[in-house]
């Protein structure tokens, strides 16, 4: 079974850093790629960023020059560092990856970010 933890989610004042992490209980190097997407309340889920087993990295515009993804092979654990954040990106935040073919979804973490 693919169990995917996210950590790292809180409340943090606009303009401030948060780093969220999603621990796998599989080696990360199975996922053909991983990342997060977030949801705000009312809104779609939006892909924020994904990296592939390659390290190719993909990010939303609305993200970009702001948050950076990596992964720690060693520690199965995939990181999104979220610097100069803004109201608008609170959301709750999910990590997700593509396993053989399935995919799997943590169960997400608030992010609140005031102004």
């Known amino acids: 079974q693919v169990q995917l933890v996210e950590f790292g989610g809180g409340l943090v004042q606009a303009g401030g850093s948060l780093r969220l992490s999603c621990a796998a209980s599989r080696s990360i190097t199975e996922f053909t790629f991983m990342g997060w997407h977030r949801q705000a309340p009312g809104k779609q889920r939006e892909l924020v960023a994904t990296i592939t087993r390659n390290l190719n990295i993909s990010d939303s515009d609305s993200v970009k020059g702001r948050f950076t993804i990596s992964r720690d092979n060693a520690k199965n654990t995939v990181h999104l560092q979220m610097n100069s954040l803004k109201p608008e990106d609170t959301a709750v935040y999910s990590c997700?990856?593509?396993?053989?073919?399935?995919?799997?979804w943590g169960q997400g973490t608030q992010v609140t970010v005031s102004s």
């Open positions: 997700h990856g593509v396993h053989w073919g399935t995919d799997y």
